[in-house]
């Protein structure tokens, strides 16, 4: 337990999210003064706006009988705008901790102060003041305490992102569909998923919603002249649908969305246990180039833990017969901390993929979500250490390189294992519009269906509104139309 007593400011999210990352520290308590503490670890994070245009950030650490260490930072006040100044005091009050922390405990997360999901934005914002990437590796070790491995990783893929994200403009921007169903629901999943067993009966009046909405959006994005760079049908898992229903799902975008600037079509297969040779063929003749195929293990013992009702050699028919049937790009995601692994098993998994050579792999650290069976019953499941984490994710990135992958994109989340991040691999060519737009957020996303979450972006002032549809499938299907007014409205403001 860490108590925390903040004086001068209530930046209590930003202090608990920083010291969360030094693992000790499961739990936090905020205190209002030193009474209160007794012998427990204690943080004081002070900062002190001075008369004379300057601040002082003090972060203090006492452990039990040990003694005080103090760390001083004094800035000039270099600005006069009230959020800047906040700005500059949260960043100012986070190094002073990280600082004293790593120091006390002799620790330094690799991340640093960082603990937003989308790193490379950063860099992008320095880019585009037209700094010199050598400076932007100095900014990122002085201003948010990044190791080398991590700086090199976020530069590596900003400048693999930036030619994508240049070719923005307002008017462009991608689609996503969502199709809420899967076979069986992953214990780590918080994705608005339904198991077929419970909401089969609901997938005919699903797709009649859908299209609907499909059809109106459709009008809304042509009286606005926009244009469609990429499209992802994702979930879920989109070929729970049989081969009419994608059929029918397919040709109803094409119908009512103009994609003659589309350079990006992806469907997530990711399940092995709904394809089929029909399916695919379906996906093939409809002009779909770029799917998934998602084993998150080849390990037959943790695929049974997690829930998936398919086996290890159901992946490997699954890729050669799509590669059979003629996709240009497969993607396969694996997570590394699941549930019982070692790192042993997962460089099992990275053989198998190896054999397999797909064009892209993603790469996730298990994420402990709020609303995961994970979560609910953490006790029943067995997580690795962070160590174990760092050295499953040095060994996938080992396996990437063997395969010819770089990494073009990445993400952290929330309740990471280890406080690691996600990364996407790509051989060249391969890299997915999609979800470089989805990460960098510089882009409008129109999303359709249960549990989309569009997210509008207004380029000139560089923010973004997000728009969500309902999750729950019987309430969409209800209220599709305000779904579809809720966006136009948006888009109207845009």
Request: with cysteine; charged share 30%; proline share 3%.
């Amino acid at each position: 337990m860490m108590k925390v007593l903040l004086r001068g400011h209530d930046y209590k999210h930003e202090v608990s999210e920083l010291v969360k990352v030094f693992e000790k520290f499961k739990k936090i308590e905020f205190v209002e003064n030193e009474a209160l503490v007794d012998d427990q670890s204690f943080l004081l994070a002070n900062d002190v706006l001075e008369e004379n245009d300057e601040y002082i950030i003090t972060s203090k650490i006492k452990e039990k009988n040990q003694s005080s260490i103090e760390n001083i930072i004094n800035c000039r006040k270099i600005v006069d705008d009230t959020r800047k100044m906040k700005k500059i005091l949260k960043q100012k009050i986070k190094l002073s901790i990280y600082d004293i922390l790593s120091k006390f405990y002799d620790v330094a997360p690799p991340w640093g102060i960082l603990t937003g999901i989308r790193p490379t934005k950063i860099v992008h914002e320095l880019m585009e003041q037209n700094l010199d990437i050598q400076y932007i590796r100095e900014k990122l070790k002085e201003n948010y305490r990044m190791s080398e491995e991590k700086i090199h990783l976020v530069t590596k893929i900003a400048q693999i992102e930036r030619p994508f994200l240049k070719e923005n403009s307002n008017d462009l921007v991608s689609i996503y569909v969502s199709i809420p169903f899967c076979p069986t629901r992953c214990i780590y999943c918080s994705f608005p998923s339904n198991p077929l067993d419970q909401g089969k009966n609901l997938i005919k009046e699903y797709l009649k919603a859908l299209l609907y909405e499909i059809e109106e959006v459709g009008k809304i994005l042509k009286e606005h002249n926009k244009r469609v760079n990429t499209l992802y049908i994702g979930g879920g898992t989109p070929t729970t649908l049989n081969p009419e229903e994608l059929k029918i799902l397919i040709r109803s975008l094409k119908k009512h969305i103009d994609l003659k600037w589309v350079k990006e079509i992806t469907v997530e297969a990711g399940r092995p246990d709904t394809i089929t040779i029909e399916k695919l063929n379906v996906l093939k003749d409809e002009g779909i180039k770029r799917i998934s195929i998602n084993p998150q293990s080849m390990n037959e013992r943790t695929l049974q833990a997690i829930g998936r009702s398919h086996t290890a050699e159901d992946i490997i028919h699954s890729y050669k017969m799509a590669k059979e049937v003629g996709f240009d790009t497969i993607n396969m995601d694996m997570i590394i901390g699941l549930p019982g692994e070692t790192v042993q098993m997962v460089e099992n998994t990275m053989k198998e993929i190896e054999k397999l050579n797909p064009e892209n792999m993603t790469v996730h650290t298990l994420a402990v979500k709020k609303t995961s069976k994970l979560r609910q019953h953490l006790n029943q499941y067995p997580l690795g250490e962070e160590e174990e984490a760092k050295k499953m994710l040095e060994v996938t990135q080992a396996y990437a390189r063997k395969m010819g992958l770089i990494p073009y994109y990445m993400y952290r989340q929330k309740y990471m294992l280890g406080n690691l991040e996600n990364i996407g691999y790509a051989k060249r060519g391969h890299a997915c519009i999609y979800n470089i737009q989805i990460m960098e957020e510089k882009q409008s996303i129109i999303a359709l269906g249960a549990g989309a979450v569009s997210k509008i972006y207004y380029q000139e002032e560089n923010r973004l509104e997000r728009v969500p549809n309902v999750t729950n499938i019987g309430h969409y299907i209800a209220r599709v139309e305000e779904m579809v007014e809720r966006k136009k409205k948006e888009l109207d403001h845009n």
